[in-house]
């Protein structure tokens, strides 16, 4: 497992507002749960209002793509700008901050560390990965 920082998360913020300074957003969307995190810290560093829904013109964040099954819902909203902070897989119609090809599962800052296996396998029960025996 690979464990992410309080301070990784504040440079993750720091690069996706760089990113953003020269864009206007309706406001910012993040995914629950790992998303809101970095939507609160965004909303507050871009000086934009923190949406309870996506909507047309917003920043999308989310803390990790892995299969696309969460972004893919906002992919048809016209004039987002979609960030994560880890891609497993080279960005492609999104932007990341780190991308890497490891299947190592990711623990975030704000998540529970002793609950970090049993969140790892019940994402993939529900994406339909096999046990690994």
Same mark, same amino acid.
């Given at each position: ?11 993750? /913020? ?38 309870k829904?996506?909507q047309a013109?917003?920043? /999308? /964040? ?26 497993? /897989? ?44």
């Amino acid at each position: 497992m690979r464990y992410l920082s309080w301070e990784e998360f504040n440079d993750c /913020v720091a690069m996706i507002g760089q990113s953003c300074l020269e864009k206007e957003f309706t406001g910012v969307y993040g995914f629950p749960r790992g998303g809101l995190c970095l939507a609160v810290a965004l909303s507050h560093l871009l000086k934009t209002p923190l949406l309870k829904e996506p909507q047309a013109g917003c920043l /999308v /964040v989310d803390d990790i793509y892995e299969t696309g099954t969460t972004l893919r819902t906002v992919r048809e909203l016209p004039g987002i700008f979609v960030f994560v902070w880890v891609s497993k /897989v080279v960005p492609g119609w999104w932007h990341a901050i780190e991308v890497t090809d490891s299947q190592e599962w990711v623990v975030f800052p704000w998540e529970k560390i002793s609950f970090a296996g049993s969140d790892e396998q019940s994402y993939k029960r529900s994406r339909g990965v096999p046990d690994e025996a």
